[in-house]
């Protein structure tokens, strides 16, 4: 919609050109002004914003293009700026007050106006940023049909998205992309989203509703010299609506395929020149997409099919026995036979559908308030409360039905045109939510009576065995007598039709207790603040910027998830301070820009974030931009990663910020597994604690217009990547020694699965020695033939150097190499539309969960709108993935199909 001013700094666009105005003469004791924004064939333009230059006074005119703000002249003549993307800037300079104001704004093919925030953190002309940056305008979010923002943001050059479910989606620039966004920052107002516990961002499950979204940009690479800890891959900064600017009432309502509900309130007034309130309401609600891939999954030791049976993708908990001679119980007479010493026999587990059952449905509530007030006109403080809950599907190490999780979240932010200093705080809950593989396993591992000692598990095996056994005697092949003896133990599982799962999964799925429950349990706090202070140094383009952050963590779990065992919250800390010295020469068309960043860890090294870069501009507008720039960034482990301890029975896993770990690894360094009797020295490993990750980055690039109405945004890359975190499994002691030889042959007979014992099968996070390099480009054309017709197109280029990779290293670089889209939307005569094509080659995926290929796949997204001007209504219809075409996202992720809706958006001014 309109040029935004949501930075830290306010309204200064400069003049294009002098407007063209028709002035009439008011009665000058009445400060107000007021009147019409037209295009230059005279349509209203809806949505410009109209600004008193240097202030945060300003508001935005209603679907008629009118608008009316009061301005202060006791200083004398004003200058009011008018604003809207794709259109030159232009200002009016007024003596007095003036109402029926006509301004007539011109195109412009070179989108000089367009700002950003981000990329420099003050506001600065888009095609002179310093780094890649893309821009999503208000107008082209109301356009976008997929039913989670982040989804449709995949159609932006360089940018990857992963859907674990509908509500859930996670985003990622240049590679290493995962199910969860884990290397990119998103930011609300600069309020990080992540949930505490998690270092992560659960997409926009619980952030801000569309209505607000004034637009969202999208840093691509190493943003730690200006945003510090985990800024690795980027920043995507969402940018609220100003209720002194979008005042009134605006309305969404949607409905569509797989019951979707969508609601969606914005309110927002001025109460007399120096106060203004927001509020905000969402509610959202469908039938979630359910993963039912059940392929064998890489760690699966037999084939998918196989009458031993397998470890498939998305069924879950699969129990498996490793026959040998040691489980015959002569007292019992029974025997195994010899025939089956050594190979691996699954129990079947349960599937995502059978699991989740009742709680299919995809939920997100989303409630703020905020209240704002002009201290001067150029200071202003805002207060606000905000809360989100949500219910969805989540993937990491296994997949997680989140229901109910969410934040609670407040800030208070003093804003003027020289810095801010702002203060938040957010605590995150669980609600309901449970993990899928816990619940399949202790499902399977619960009593098949009431009170009962014998297991699901336990009479599974044993009933394979002997029928196979008589099988064999009765004369049939080896591979007749497995198929018999898997549908006999098949027969005695516990089916999700029976009442007794319906009870033990309610059981389950409300215990939080690990090892005995599924349930998750996590409830922690985030406290930050910061500030940053503008220097103008001199007239001759010399500016400075200083800032600083401090934040604080408290973990708790209740002893469930964190090593908090004793009651006690953990505490953990970070702080940092940056600096950015800019220098505009050769008649502004140089600009230098030298950014550093400092921060300091509780359990890590200082780290210093440096970012240089150089923007020439040339052209009689300064339409063609050249840059360049080198930075540094890195990923500090997740609060997860540092303090984890989490024990279910047959492993636990234990955060490592410690003194690292000694123990034993399952293979040696070739690959081949442990046997009894062989060598422990030959699986002995060592962890060291953990350390941060970090990247290297040189990138060039171009924007600008090539020839009136051809806009292209160009880029490469190269990147150097050291110290990435992982998951590791070993045997161990818990205090981090290695285990004796009695220690580790006592915990053999148990699989080390007796919790009352120090030597543990251990999963913990550690660091990566080995450098992995990537380079990639995009391009992207765009042709704004006019108002009705812009089209374009984008193609992004990502490749994994392995020249120095040892074989079978896993990189988990999980991105395509090639991906394109091609777009057309615009506008005409009260209809707007958009349709976005979308291709990616398919790629190999290493996710915690599964590895495997995901194919390529192509999906349509399309939105079309008629707007009643008179009645401020625009009546909507839009689709995801028109053609159905059921394509995976991630590998253990659901296949995505058509999700199509009707509805209405309603604009009160």
Known sequence: MAAPTGGDQPHRLPAKRKATAAVRSTDPAEATIGGT??????EPLPGATVFVKGTFIGTSTD?????????????????????????????????????????????????????VVSASRVEENILRAPVTIDKVSGKQIERISTPEILAGLGSLPGVDV?????????????????????????????????????????????GIPELDM?????????????????????????????????????????????????????????????????????????????????????????????????DAINRYGEISNRYSSAQDQPALNYKVNSELYN?????????????????????????????SYLIKNDLKLTLEAKRGVGTSTYQNLSRFRIKGLGTNQYRAELKSAKGFIRAYSTEDFTGNSYELTQLSALLLASPTTEGGQTRYYQQYFYVYNQTYDQARKGGLP?????????????????????????????????????????????????????????????????????????????????????????GKRIPNHEYGAYAQLTQTLLAERLKLSFAGRVDRFKNFDTSFSPRAAAVFSFGENKQHNFRASYGQAFRSPSQTDQYLRSDVGTFILLGNVGNGFQGYNFTDANGKPYTFGDPLANYAASFDKLRLERVNTVEVGYKGAIIPNVYVDASYFRSRYNDFIGGQAFVGNLDGTRPSDPQFYGGLASNFSDVSKPTRIIFAAVNNRQEVRTQGATFGLTYYAAK????????????????????GFRTFFNTPKHKYNLTASGESHNVSYSVNYRWIEGHQQEMPFATGQIRSYRTVDASLGYTVPKLATTLQAGVSNLFDARNVQIIGGPQLGRLAYVGLLVNVK
């Open 214 to 310: 004034e637009s969202i940009e999208i840093i691509h690479g190493p943003a730690s010299a200006l945003y510090g800890s985990n800024a690795l891959s980027g920043v995507v900064l969402f940018n609220s609506k100003d209720p002194f600017v979008y005042d009134g009432l605006s309305l969404r309502l949607r409905g569509g395929q797989r019951n979707l509900l969508d609601g969606q309130l914005r309110f927002a007034r001025k109460l007399g020149d120096k106060w203004a309130v927001k509020l905000n309401a969402s509610a959202f609600q469908a039938n979630d997409w359910i993963a039912d891939n059940y392929a064998a999954n890489n760690t699966s030791l037999n084939p998918e099919g196989s009458s031993l049976g397998y």
């Open 343 to 371: 190979k691996t026999v699954y129990m079947p587990g349960f599937t995502e559908g059978e699991l989740i059952g009742k709680d299919q449905k995809t939920k997100s509530y989303r409630l703020q308030g905020a209240v």
């Open 63 to 115: 679907q008629m293009g009118r608008f009316r703000l009061s301005v202060p002249f006791d200083n004398g003549p004003v200058e009011v700026v008018v604003a809207y993307v794709g259109y030159e800037s232009q200002t009016v300079r007024l003596a007095k007050p003036e109402s029926q104001l006509s301004v007539s704004l011109v195109p412009s093919s070179t989108l000089l106006n367009e700002t």
């Open 478 to 566: 080896v591979e007749a007598a497995q198929a018999a003896a898997k549908a006999a133990a098949d027969a005695t599982q516990l089916k999700s039709t029976d009442p007794r799962f319906a009870t033990l999964r309610d059981k389950i799925t409300s215990d939080d207790q690990p090892g005995r429950g599924a349930q998750q349990n996590f409830n922690s706090f985030l406290n930050d603040i910061s500030a940053q202070r503008n220097f103008h140094l001199s007239d001759a383009g010399t500016d400075l910027i200083v800032g600083a952050a401090y934040r604080q963590y408290r973990l708790g779990s209740g002893g469930k998830l964190f090593a908090d065992t004793d």
């Open 162 to 206: 992963n859907s674990a479910s509908m509500l859930f989606t996670s985003i990622s620039t240049r590679g290493f992309n995962t199910a969860k966004s884990e290397r990119v920052i998103q930011l609300v107002d600069y309020m990080d989203t992540a949930l505490p516990s998690l270092n992560l961002s659960p997409g926009n499950l619980v």
């Open 37 to 42: 924004i037209l295009t230059d064939n005279g």
């Open 788 to 807: 009705a017709l812009n089209i374009g197109g984008n193609y992004s280029l990502n490749v994994l150097d392995k020249s120095n990779l040892p074989a």
